[in-house]
Protein backbone atom coordinates (compact mmCIF):
# COMPACT_ATOMS: atom_id res chain seq x y z
CA UNK A 1 0.00 0.00 0.00
CA UNK A 2 1.26 3.47 -1.29
CA UNK A 3 -1.10 5.57 0.18
CA UNK A 4 -2.36 6.18 -3.36
CA UNK A 5 -5.89 4.57 -4.04
CA UNK A 6 -7.56 4.88 -7.25
CA UNK A 7 -11.10 3.17 -8.26
CA UNK A 8 -12.30 2.06 -9.98
CA UNK A 9 -9.93 -0.74 -10.67
CA UNK A 10 -11.00 -2.16 -13.76
CA UNK A 11 -13.41 -0.23 -16.40
CA UNK A 12 -15.07 -1.27 -19.71
CA UNK A 13 -16.94 1.07 -21.35
CA UNK A 14 -18.41 2.17 -24.82
CA UNK A 15 -17.28 5.28 -26.81
CA UNK A 16 -20.31 6.97 -26.30
CA UNK A 17 -20.35 6.70 -22.32
CA UNK A 18 -19.32 8.85 -19.63
CA UNK A 19 -17.29 7.88 -16.45
CA UNK A 20 -14.95 9.20 -14.01
CA UNK A 21 -12.04 7.86 -12.82
CA UNK A 22 -10.96 8.53 -8.83
CA UNK A 23 -7.53 8.96 -7.10
CA UNK A 24 -7.05 9.58 -3.32
CA UNK A 25 -3.89 10.50 -1.84
CA UNK A 26 -3.72 10.12 2.22
CA UNK A 27 -0.02 11.15 2.63
CA UNK A 28 -0.45 14.88 2.90
CA UNK A 29 1.15 15.83 -0.48
CA UNK A 30 0.35 19.16 -2.22
CA UNK A 31 0.86 17.77 -6.03
CA UNK A 32 -1.68 14.96 -7.80
CA UNK A 33 -1.03 13.92 -11.32
CA UNK A 34 -2.79 11.58 -13.65
CA UNK A 35 -0.68 9.49 -16.19
CA UNK A 36 -1.60 7.23 -19.32
CA UNK A 37 0.59 4.34 -19.69
CA UNK A 38 0.43 2.13 -22.94
CA UNK A 39 1.70 -0.71 -24.06
CA UNK A 40 5.71 -0.24 -25.29
CA UNK A 41 5.04 3.69 -24.74
CA UNK A 42 6.34 5.88 -22.09
CA UNK A 43 4.61 6.46 -19.32
CA UNK A 44 2.39 9.95 -20.52
CA UNK A 45 2.42 13.07 -18.24
CA UNK A 46 -1.19 14.13 -18.69
CA UNK A 47 -2.13 16.64 -16.07
CA UNK A 48 -0.48 18.40 -13.01
CA UNK A 49 -2.62 20.08 -9.67
CA UNK A 50 -0.89 21.57 -7.07
CA UNK A 51 -2.88 22.54 -4.18
CA UNK A 52 -5.82 22.42 -6.08
CA UNK A 53 -4.46 24.62 -8.81
CA UNK A 54 -3.62 22.51 -12.74
CA UNK A 55 -0.10 23.44 -13.41
CA UNK A 56 0.24 20.99 -16.45
CA UNK A 57 -1.95 20.48 -19.37
CA UNK A 58 -0.09 18.30 -21.85
CA UNK A 59 -1.87 19.08 -24.72
CA UNK A 60 -4.56 16.49 -23.81
CA UNK A 61 -7.86 15.94 -25.59
CA UNK A 62 -10.71 17.81 -24.24
CA UNK A 63 -12.74 14.33 -24.28
CA UNK A 64 -10.43 13.91 -20.47
CA UNK A 65 -11.65 16.00 -18.15
CA UNK A 66 -9.67 16.29 -14.85
CA UNK A 67 -10.88 17.64 -11.69
CA UNK A 68 -9.11 18.47 -8.67
CA UNK A 69 -11.32 19.28 -5.73
CA UNK A 70 -8.64 19.78 -3.00
CA UNK A 71 -5.18 18.31 -2.42
CA UNK A 72 -6.17 14.69 -1.49
CA UNK A 73 -8.62 13.62 -4.19
CA UNK A 74 -8.10 14.14 -8.04
CA UNK A 75 -10.87 13.33 -10.33
CA UNK A 76 -10.30 11.99 -14.34
CA UNK A 77 -13.51 12.26 -16.15
CA UNK A 78 -14.10 10.56 -19.32
CA UNK A 79 -16.61 11.33 -21.99
CA UNK A 80 -16.97 10.18 -26.14
CA UNK A 81 -13.64 7.54 -25.49
CA UNK A 82 -11.58 6.25 -28.60
CA UNK A 83 -10.31 2.36 -28.98
CA UNK A 84 -6.72 3.88 -28.49
CA UNK A 85 -7.40 5.82 -25.47
CA UNK A 86 -7.17 2.07 -23.84
CA UNK A 87 -4.76 2.04 -21.24
CA UNK A 88 -3.72 2.25 -18.10
CA UNK A 89 -4.45 4.98 -16.19
CA UNK A 90 -2.39 6.08 -13.23
CA UNK A 91 -2.34 8.26 -10.48
CA UNK A 92 0.60 10.03 -8.91
CA UNK A 93 1.24 12.66 -6.03
CA UNK A 94 4.20 14.06 -4.32
CA UNK A 95 5.04 16.13 -1.33
CA UNK A 96 8.00 18.98 -2.00
CA UNK A 97 11.62 19.62 -0.57
CA UNK A 98 13.11 21.45 1.69
CA UNK A 99 13.43 23.80 -1.46
CA UNK A 100 10.44 23.85 -2.73
CA UNK A 101 10.48 21.70 -5.26
CA UNK A 102 8.39 18.67 -6.29
CA UNK A 103 9.65 15.55 -4.41
CA UNK A 104 9.17 11.79 -4.97
CA UNK A 105 6.25 11.01 -6.71
CA UNK A 106 3.96 8.22 -5.18
CA UNK A 107 2.07 6.13 -7.26
CA UNK A 108 -1.49 4.27 -7.46
CA UNK A 109 -2.30 0.77 -8.48
CA UNK A 110 -3.96 2.45 -11.81
CA UNK A 111 -7.10 1.82 -13.62
CA UNK A 112 -7.10 -0.13 -16.57
CA UNK A 113 -9.68 1.66 -18.84
CA UNK A 114 -11.03 -0.45 -22.04
CA UNK A 115 -12.54 1.40 -24.41
CA UNK A 116 -15.04 -0.39 -26.97
CA UNK B 1 11.51 18.06 -27.60
CA UNK B 2 12.84 16.98 -24.27
CA UNK B 3 12.97 12.91 -23.72
CA UNK B 4 14.47 9.91 -22.18
CA UNK B 5 15.84 6.95 -23.32
CA UNK B 6 16.64 3.29 -22.04
CA UNK B 7 17.92 1.34 -24.35
CA UNK B 8 17.48 -1.63 -22.93
CA UNK B 9 14.16 -2.96 -23.49
CA UNK B 10 14.47 -6.53 -22.28
CA UNK B 11 16.98 -8.39 -20.32
CA UNK B 12 17.60 -11.60 -19.11
CA UNK B 13 20.33 -12.96 -16.43
CA UNK B 14 21.16 -15.52 -14.46
CA UNK B 15 21.38 -15.31 -10.74
CA UNK B 16 24.47 -13.65 -9.07
CA UNK B 17 25.20 -11.38 -12.85
CA UNK B 18 25.88 -7.85 -12.74
CA UNK B 19 23.22 -5.37 -14.09
CA UNK B 20 23.77 -2.26 -15.60
CA UNK B 21 20.35 -0.52 -16.93
CA UNK B 22 21.30 2.76 -18.96
CA UNK B 23 19.29 6.00 -19.04
CA UNK B 24 20.00 9.14 -21.02
CA UNK B 25 18.27 12.16 -21.28
CA UNK B 26 17.72 15.09 -23.55
CA UNK B 27 17.72 18.54 -21.81
CA UNK B 28 20.00 21.26 -20.84
CA UNK B 29 18.28 22.60 -17.75
CA UNK B 30 18.83 21.39 -14.31
CA UNK B 31 17.23 17.68 -13.43
CA UNK B 32 16.15 15.82 -10.92
CA UNK B 33 16.95 11.95 -11.52
CA UNK B 34 14.29 8.99 -10.34
CA UNK B 35 14.76 4.94 -11.21
CA UNK B 36 11.27 3.50 -10.51
CA UNK B 37 10.83 -0.11 -9.96
CA UNK B 38 7.22 -2.17 -10.76
CA UNK B 39 7.25 -5.77 -9.53
CA UNK B 40 4.73 -8.24 -11.15
CA UNK B 41 1.04 -7.01 -9.97
CA UNK B 42 2.54 -4.20 -7.95
CA UNK B 43 2.79 -0.65 -7.82
CA UNK B 44 5.17 1.80 -9.60
CA UNK B 45 7.54 2.86 -6.42
CA UNK B 46 10.57 4.33 -5.85
CA UNK B 47 14.21 2.18 -6.24
CA UNK B 48 16.49 5.72 -6.08
CA UNK B 49 16.83 9.55 -6.68
CA UNK B 50 19.62 11.78 -6.92
CA UNK B 51 18.85 15.35 -6.62
CA UNK B 52 21.88 17.01 -5.53
CA UNK B 53 25.41 16.12 -4.26
CA UNK B 54 27.18 13.38 -4.75
CA UNK B 55 26.53 11.68 -8.46
CA UNK B 56 26.78 8.12 -6.76
CA UNK B 57 23.58 7.68 -4.96
CA UNK B 58 22.16 4.07 -3.47
CA UNK B 59 19.01 3.10 -3.05
CA UNK B 60 17.03 -0.38 -2.05
CA UNK B 61 18.03 -3.76 -2.17
CA UNK B 62 21.20 -2.96 -3.57
CA UNK B 63 21.27 -1.04 -6.18
CA UNK B 64 22.89 2.12 -7.46
CA UNK B 65 23.18 4.72 -10.17
CA UNK B 66 25.62 6.90 -11.01
CA UNK B 67 24.70 10.38 -12.70
CA UNK B 68 26.88 11.71 -15.11
CA UNK B 69 26.21 14.82 -16.47
CA UNK B 70 28.43 15.77 -19.30
CA UNK B 71 27.15 12.38 -20.74
CA UNK B 72 23.28 13.10 -19.42
CA UNK B 73 23.13 9.69 -18.45
CA UNK B 74 22.08 7.72 -15.27
CA UNK B 75 22.67 4.32 -15.23
CA UNK B 76 21.72 1.85 -12.80
CA UNK B 77 23.59 -0.89 -11.57
CA UNK B 78 23.60 -4.27 -8.82
CA UNK B 79 26.38 -6.22 -8.27
CA UNK B 80 24.90 -9.44 -8.24
CA UNK B 81 21.06 -9.87 -9.34
CA UNK B 82 18.71 -12.07 -7.47
CA UNK B 83 15.15 -13.67 -9.11
CA UNK B 84 13.45 -11.16 -6.45
CA UNK B 85 14.71 -8.15 -8.89
CA UNK B 86 12.62 -9.56 -11.64
CA UNK B 87 10.29 -6.63 -12.65
CA UNK B 88 10.43 -3.53 -15.20
CA UNK B 89 12.47 -0.44 -14.28
CA UNK B 90 12.15 3.02 -15.46
CA UNK B 91 14.10 6.01 -15.63
CA UNK B 92 12.55 9.46 -15.01
CA UNK B 93 13.60 13.15 -15.64
CA UNK B 94 12.01 16.52 -13.69
CA UNK B 95 13.07 19.47 -14.57
CA UNK B 96 13.64 20.79 -11.22
CA UNK B 97 11.52 23.87 -10.20
CA UNK B 98 8.64 22.19 -12.09
CA UNK B 99 6.49 19.24 -11.97
CA UNK B 100 6.93 17.66 -15.40
CA UNK B 101 8.13 14.89 -15.42
CA UNK B 102 9.79 12.82 -18.95
CA UNK B 103 9.56 8.72 -18.45
CA UNK B 104 11.77 6.34 -20.36
CA UNK B 105 9.74 3.51 -21.92
CA UNK B 106 11.33 0.94 -19.28
CA UNK B 107 13.30 -2.36 -19.11
CA UNK B 108 12.04 -5.68 -18.71
CA UNK B 109 14.17 -7.46 -16.29
CA UNK B 110 13.68 -11.73 -15.81
CA UNK B 111 16.57 -13.01 -13.80
CA UNK B 112 16.44 -16.85 -14.12
CA UNK B 113 17.22 -18.79 -10.72
Known amino acids: ETGVTQTPRHLVMGMTNKKSLKCEQH?????MYWYKQSAKKPLELMFV???????ENNSVPSRFSPECPNSSHLFLHLHTLQPEDSALYLC???????????????FGPGTRLTVL | AQSVSQHNHHVILSEAASLELGCNYS??????LFWYVQYPGQHLQLLLK??????LVKGIKGFEAEFIKSKFSFNLRKPSVQWSDTAEYFC???????????FGTGTRLKVLA
Open chain 1, 92 to 106: ASSGRTSGQNPDTQY
Open chain 1, 27 to 31: LGHNA
Open chain 1, 49 to 55: YNFKEQT
Open chain 2, 27 to 32: YGGTVN
Open chain 2, 50 to 55: YFSGDP
Open chain 2, 92 to 102: AVNNRGTYKYI
